[in-house]
């Protein structure tokens, strides 16, 4: 499959005005678009394109092949394993939403939808997408020395600075690429909802406005927050790594974001913490007020 970074998305839709009216839409947005009639025709597709996409937006009821159908044939497919999967669905009850989750769709998609809502869920998959290729390559470089490293602290303030530690101390990791998404997403987390205090309400309205780069950009210059900053703290043990994260802020009620709910499946953001705890780390244990996070990763 091509490395490159890409905005195809695959559209897979019975329902040829839900076809039309979607791409255009993600036309108009700057993506191409390849669309299939059913899963049948979508997974004909997927075997043999030979450019990839960056993400699937899968409608859950179709004949043939519906899309827990195709979900669960991506999820097998090594080389289709990763690709992030945007469920559509006018059924919104919680029990096909978890179902959906726990095979691995994790953006949601309500029908009818509005544009605004449809481009911010686009966005945040192909987002995810593009930052995991970026890391794996970056990643790939000079991995090796970086397994020297015993124990540092680190001082950050900047969504930069947050991905430059995420490259350094991912690479001092057994699995670097295993580490790096949750790490990532733990680390700008402490920039934005802990030492800049975006709530939740706030990323979800920015996104959908394209303006969240924007606002945290601007509140890092802001007198408030100019001296915060986020304590990273790593240890190298004999059977695992620690990697303790604690940022400036206010804190959070942190028990709900440890798993992925339905309720929250069809915002544009909100999926990191339950991300890395499934996907990244042996262990994710929050401290104190909800400011400081400590996370596990076993030498196997």
Not at 75 to 83: R, T
Not at 99 to 115: H, T
């Amino acid at each position: 499959m091509d490395s490159k970074p890409l905005n195809r998305v695959l559209i897979v839709d019975d329902e040829p005005f839900n076809l039309e009216i979607l791409s255009e839409h993600l036309a108009d947005a700057g993506y191409e678009t390849v669309t299939a009639e059913d899963g049948e025709a979508a997974w004909e597709i997927l075997q043999h394109d030979t450019e990839g996409f960056a993400t699937i937006l899968l409608d859950r009821m179709m004949p043939r092949m519906d899309g827990m159908q195709v979900l669960a044939k991506l999820k097998q497919h090594p080389d289709f394993l990763h690709i992030p999967v945007i469920m559509q669905t006018a059924v919104g009850a919680a029990e096909n939403v978890r179902e959906g989750l726990a095979a691995g769709a994790y953006y949601y998609l309500i029908k009818p939808f509005q544009r605004e809502m449809l481009l911010a869920i686009v966005a945040a998959a192909v987002g995810f997408h593009h930052d995991r290729k970026q890391l794996e390559n970056q990643i790939a470089e000079h991995a090796d020395s970086y397994r020297l490293m015993m124990s540092g602290e680190f001082h950050f303030r900047t969504l930069v600075e947050a991905r430059q530690l995420t490259l350094m101390l991912s690479r001092a990791c057994p699995d670097p690429q295993r580490v790096a998404l949750g790490l990532s997403e733990l680390l700008i987390n402490a920039v934005e909802h802990g030492n800049l205090e975006i709530t939740y309400a706030e990323k979800s309205r920015l996104l959908q406005q394209g303006r969240w780069q924007e606002e945290v950009e601007s509140r890092l210059e802001e007198a408030q927050y100019l001296a915060r900053h986020v304590t990273v703290k790593f240890s190298a043990q004999s059977d695992e790594i620690q990697i303790h994260i604690c940022d400036q802020g206010a804190g959070f009620d942190w028990q709900p974001f440890l798993e992925f709910s339905p309720e929250r499946a069809f915002d544009p953001h909100g999926r990191g913490i339950s991300m890395a705890r499934m996907m990244s780390f042996d262990c994710v244990e929050y401290q104190g007020r909800g400011n400081e996070v400590l996370v596990r990763v076993l030498r196997k």
